[in-house]
C-alpha cells in the first residue's frame, strides 16, 4: 500500500439486529466454515446490502428469499449484495455461508499453537482477535462500534475440545464424526469488536465473585496454578468496580484466557478477556514482584472496560483515547485499593504521566482527540498520547472535581448511555452536572489541541503585608523539546504546596496570574505530580527544593516529579548538564524504588545517548556506579531482608541491573557466581533479581554465558522467563553473539513474533554500536518483517523500539531515506517522532558536549 486508502463508513440505510452465527473450526488444516442468518433493519428502500468483509469467501447469500449477487471491494474490506428489486423497509433476514483461514498474524480468527509441558505435544487453538477492525477476517457484518447487534454463536468442536465466547454455554449436543455442537447464550446487545471465541486445551481455575459471577482464569494444559492470582485480582476487582460505578457487571460469567499469540498485550471482550501469558500468568516461584504489579494492573484495566468500553462505547475510534485513557487511570484505583502495599499510584507517575509527557513534547505528537479515518490510522493511535495522557488528564480532572463528583458524574455518563454509544463531550456533561464545574471548558484545552504547559513560577514577599505572605507570579506557555513558536494555552487546575501542608488550589485560565502562599521554607507547584504540566522554578525556589529534598522534607511522588520534570527542561534547554548533573548527584540519597528507575531511565535516554555518541562509556560507567552504589549499600545487599517490601525488592535489582551493566566490579563478581549456581541447579535467583543478573552476565560475558541463557530458555515453560532472557540477549557487547540475536529473531522456532519487536528493541537500546546493527539488520531484512507483521500495530512498534534514541543527524536521514523509498502508512507519526527525536538529540549533544566531557573527566575510566 503506497498510501493511505480515502476512508468511507458503510452506508446508513441498513442496520443489524441479531447475528445467529456457527462457526467449525478446523484445527487440522487452519479453516473455519460459517454460517449466519442476520436479522436486519431496512432503514431505507435499497436494492443492496453493504458489509464489512476481508479474506472471506463468501459461497451463498440471501435476504429473506431473495438471491444476491456478491461483489467484494478489496481496499475497502467491504463486499455488496445487490438483489433485482429494492429491500423494504422493516425486518428482514439475511442467510450468508462462507468459509475462511484460521491466519497465523493474529488477526482476526486466528491459530496460535504451544507445547504442553507435560507431554510434549504440541496443542492447536483457534482464537480471536477483532478490535479495532478485524471481526470482518472472521464473519461478514456491520464492524463498526456503533452498530451494535445481539449475537447467538454456535461451535461446531471436536468433543474433547473447549470452546468458549462471551456467554456461558446454554446447550451442546452431540452430531456425527466426534464433533459436538456448543450454543451459547444470547449475548447483551454490543459491538463487533468485542465478540470473541477460543477453542483448544486449557485447563482453569475458578471462582465467585461477592456477586456469584462465575470467575475462570483458563491457562494452557498443565499450568492452571497459574492463573490463582489473576483469578484473586479479579475476584478483588469485579465488587470494587460494581461498587465505583454503580453498575453491576452485566453478565453471568467472566473468562480470562492466556493466549500464547496476542498481538496487544490484553483485550477485553467482554466475558472472554484474552491475555499475553506474561500478562496474566504467575508463578509462585519464577514469577517476580513487578510481574504480579503488571498482571494485577492488567486484569484492572481490561476488567474496567467491561463497562467502559464495552457497556457503554465510543461512537467512533476519535473517541478511542476515552476507553484506554480512562481504563488506564482507573486501573490504578482499583489495585490501590485491593494491593495497597503496591504503592501503585507512584508507578503511575512513571508508567503513565512521564511518559505522555515525553511524547507530547515533541512537534510530531498529535491531540488526545484525532479524526480517524482508515484503519491503518486506528493502529498508531493506541499509543502513549491514548493510554497515557489520557490517563493523566483524567487523574487530574478526577483531583479537580474531587471522587463523590467525579463517581457521581460517571454512574450518570453510564446509565445514560449503557449498551449505546457515546463521545467524550457525553462524560463532560455529566460530570459538569454532577460537579457544578466548567468541566467541558477546561477539557476542551486539553483533548482538542496537543502539548501541555510549562507553568514558570516565581516569588516575592507581597506588597501591603508584614511579610507573613509570598506573592507567586505563575504563567503558562507551550513545552516543548524544540523551538517554541506555539500560541497554545491551557486551562489548568493548578495546586500549590508549602513546606507547612498548606495547599491552595487555583484554576488558570489566562496566560498568567499571581497567587499569595503563606509564606514559606519552600514552596513546591503540582504536589503529588498530579498535574499534567512542566513547572520552571526561579533559582531561588528550586535551590529551597533541592535542599528540602535532601532533608527528605518531599513525598516520593513529589521527589520524582522534580527529577522529571528537570531532565526534561535540560532536553528543553533550559538547563545546563552541570546543573542537571548536580541535582542528579543530589538524588544519591534517594531509597525509593519508583524515583530510581525513573532517574536511570532518564539518564539512559537523555545523557547515555550524547555518551554513546562522544565514545566516552566507560567515563559513564564509573560515573553511574559512584551514583548508585550507596543506595544499593543501604539495601543491606543482595538478598532479601527480614521486613523488607514490595518497593525494597524491586530497588534492589534496580540498582543491581544499573551497576552490573556499568561493571561495578564486585557486583560482577557476585552475579556470575550466582548465575553459575543458578544454571547448574544448586540454587535458584530469587525471581526478583532475575532479570538483573541475565543482563549483568551477558553485558559482561560471552559466548558460554550467551550458551547458558539459551539453555535456561529451552529448559522452562513460563512466558515471563522466555522473555526475561530473550530481552537480556541483546545486551551482549559481541558482534557476532548479537547476530546470533538477529538469527533468533528470523528464525522464529525460539521467539514468538509477538515478542520479537521488543528482543530487537533490547539490542537497540545497548550501545550506539547495537543499535546501528539493529537498524542495518532490519533494513535488511525488511521484506521479512513486512511479510510477517503485514497490517499489524506490532509493524509501527518495530519502529518505535528500533529507531528511537538516535543522536546525529546522519542517523535520522537514514531512516527517513529509507522510509521515504519504503513507504509505511501504518507508521508514520512514529517515524516523525523517531526522525524528531534524533535531531533533537543531536542538538542537546552540539550545545553541551563539551560540557559533558569536562563533567566526566573526572570519573576516569
Ligand atoms: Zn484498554
Not at 467525579?406 to 452536572?433: C, M, V
Not at 537497540?764 to 531484512?781: D, G, H, P
Amino acid at each position: 500500500m503506497s498510501g493511505k486508502t480515502e476512508f468511507k463508513k458503510l452506508p446508513t440505510h441498513s442496520r443489524p439486529i441479531n447475528y445467529n452465527l456457527t462457526l467449525t473450526p478446523n484445527l487440522l488444516d487452519f479453516t473455519f466454515k460459517g454460517q449466519q442468518v442476520v436479522t436486519v433493519e431496512i432503514i431505507e428502500p435499497t436494492n443492496s446490502l453493504v458489509l464489512n468483509s476481508a479474506e472471506l469467501e463468501i459461497e451463498t447469500a440471501k435476504f429473506n428469499d431473495a438471491e444476491a449477487e456478491i461483489s467484494f471491494n478489496e481496499p475497502e474490506e467491504t463486499v455488496k449484495l445487490s438483489f433485482n428489486s429494492a429491500l423494504p423497509v422493516g425486518r428482514g433476514q439475511l442467510s450468508l455461508s462462507f468459509s475462511g483461514a484460521l491466519n497465523n498474524r493474529m488477526k482476526g480468527f486466528y491459530r496460535t499453537v504451544y507445547t504442553d509441558s507435560s507431554t510434549g505435544a504440541e496443542v492447536r487453538c483457534a482464537v480471536t482477535q477483532f478490535a479495532p477492525t478485524d471481526a470482518r477476517r472472521c464473519l461478514p457484518c456491520w464492524d463498526e462500534p456503533e452498530l451494535k447487534a445481539t449475537f447467538d454463536v454456535t461451535m461446531l468442536v471436536d468433543k474433547d475440545l473447549i470452546a468458549l465466547s462471551n456467554m456461558p454455554e446454554q446447550s451442546r449436543s452431540d452430531i456425527s464424526s466426534g464433533l459436538v455442537s456448543v450454543k451459547f447464550q444470547q449475548s447483551p446487545i454490543m459491538s463487533t469488536y468485542l465478540l470473541a471465541f477460543a477453542v483448544g486445551r486449557f485447563d482453569y481455575v475458578e471462582d465467585f465473585d461477592s456477586d456469584n459471577v462465575l470467575l475462570r482464569v483458563y491457562t494452557p494444559a498443565g499450568r492452571r496454578e497459574q492463573g490463582r492470582f489473576a483469578l484473586d485480582v479479579a475476584r478483588k476487582t469485579l465488587p470494587f468496580y460494581k461498587d465505583f460505578f454503580s453498575v453491576a457487571y452485566p453478565l453471568p460469567k467472566l473468562d480470562l484466557v492466556a493466549v500464547p499469540d496476542l498481538a496487544f498485550g490484553a483485550m477485553e471482550n467482554w466475558g472472554l478477556v484474552t491475555y499475553r501469558e506474561t500478562a496474566l500468568l504467575v508463578d509462585t516461584d519464577n514469577s517476580s514482584a513487578a510481574t504480579k504489579e503488571r498482571v494485577a494492573l492488567i486484569v484492572g484495566h481490561e476488567l474496567a472496560h467491561q463497562w467502559f468500553g464495552n457497556l457503554v462505547t465510543m461512537q467512533w475510534w476519535t473517541h478511542l483515547w476515552l476507553n484506554e485513557g480512562f481504563a488506564s487511570w482507573i486501573q490504578y484505583l482499583c489495585v490501590d485499593q485491593c494491593y495497597p502495599e503496591f504503592d501503585i499510584w507512584t508507578r503511575f507517575v512513571k508508567s503513565d504521566l512521564s511518559r505522555a509527557l515525553v511524547l507530547d513534547a515533541l512537534d510530531s505528537s498529535h491531540p488526545i482527540e484525532v479524526p480517524i479515518g482508515s484503519p491503518c490510522e486506528i493502529d498508531e493511535i493506541f499509543d502513549a498520547i491514548s493510554y497515557c495522557k489520557g490517563a493523566s488528564v483524567i487523574r487530574m480532572l478526577h483531583e479537580w472535581l474531587g471522587q463523590e463528583a467525579f463517581r457521581d458524574g460517571l454512574s450518570r455518563y453510564l446509565d445514560r448511555h449503557k449498551y449505546s454509544n457515546a463521545q467524550t463531550e457525553q462524560l463532560w456533561k455529566a460530570l459538569e452536572e454532577a460537579s457544578g464545574q466548567p468541566v467541558d471548558f477546561v477539557m476542551g484545552t486539553w483533548t482538542k489541541q496537543m502539548g501541555y504547559p510549562l507553568i514558570s513560577v516565581s516569588a516575592k514577599p507581597a506588597d501591603n503585608d508584614d511579610g507573613q505572605q509570598l506573592e507567586l507570579s505563575i504563567s503558562q506557555e507551550r513545552f516543548q523539546f524544540g523551538s517554541n513558536s506555539s500560541l497554545a494555552a491551557w486551562r489548568v487546575p493548578i495546586q500549590v504546596l508549602t513546606a507547612e501542608g498548606v495547599k491552595i488550589n487555583l484554576l488558570l485560565t489566562e496566560k498568567s496570574a499571581a497567587v499569595r502562599v503563606p509564606k514559606a521554607a519552600w514552596v513546591k507547584l503540582n504536589p503529588g505530580f498530579v498535574g499534567v504540566y512542566r513547572t520552571l522554578y526561579s533559582e531561588e525556589m528550586l535551590t529551597d527544593l533541592i535542599a528540602a529534598l535532601q532533608r527528605g522534607q518531599l513525598s516520593q511522588r513529589d521527589r520524582f516529579n522534580l527529577e522529571s520534570d528537570l531532565f526534561a527542561l535540560f532536553s528543553a534547554g533550559r538547563l545546563s548538564i552541570v546543573q542537571l548533573l548536580q541535582v542528579v548527584d543530589a538524588y544519591k540519597v534517594e531509597q525509593f524504588y519508583t524515583v530510581w528507575a525513573d532517574l536511570l531511565d532518564n539518564l539512559a535516554a537523555t545523557i547515555q545517548v550524547l555518551v554513546d555518541q562522544l565514545g566516552l562509556s566507560q567515563q559513564w560507567r564509573s560515573f553511574v556506579c559512584q551514583l548508585c552504589e550507596p543506595a544499593f549499600q543501604r539495601c543491606g545487599g543482595w538478598d532479601a531482608q527480614p521486613g523488607d517490601g514490595h518497593d525494597v525488592a524491586l530497588l534492589r535489582a534496580a540498582l543491581i541491573r544499573a551497576l552490573g551493566l556499568a561493571g561495578h566490579p564486585s557486583v560482577v563478581a557476585e552475579a556470575r557466581a550466582r548465575f553459575a549456581r543458578h544454571c547448574s541447579g544448586e540454587c535458584a535467583i530469587p525471581a526478583d533479581l532475575r532479570d538483573s543478573i541475565y543482563r549483568t552476565m551477558l553485558s559482561n560475558g560471552g559466548g558460554p554465558e550467551f550458551e547458558a541463557a539459551l539453555d535456561l530458555m529451552d529448559k522452562t515453560d513460563l512466558q515471563e522467563e522466555k522473555d526475561r532472557i530473550q530481552r537480556s540477549l541483546g545486551s551482549s557487547r559481541d558482534p557476532q553473539l548479537r547476530q546470533r540475536v538477529f538469527q533468533l529473531v528470523v528464525s522464529g522456532d525460539k521467539v514468538r513474533l509477538q515478542d520479537s519487536i521488543y528482543v530487537l528493541g533490547s539490542v537497540s537500546s545497548a550501545s550506539l554500536e547495537s543499535r546501528r546493527a539493529t537498524w542495518r539488520f532490519i533494513k535488511c531484512n525488511w521484506a521479512w518483517f513486512q511479510e510477517k507483521l503485514r497490517g499489524q500495530i506490532l509493524l509501527s512498534r518495530l519502529v518505535q523500539q528500533v529507531c528511537k534514541n538516535f543522536c546525529s543527524s546522519e542517523d535520522a536521514e537514514d531512516i527517513e531515506t529509507f522510509f521515504q523509498a519504503n513507504p509505511l502508512p501504518s507508521a508514520e507519526r512514529n517515524i516523525k517522532q523517531a526522525l524528531e527525536n534524533a535531531r533533537l538529540n543531536a542538538r542537546v549533544l552540539a550545545r553541551e558536549g563539551r560540557n559533558l566531557e569536562n563533567f566526566l573527566a573526572k570519573f576516569d575510566a
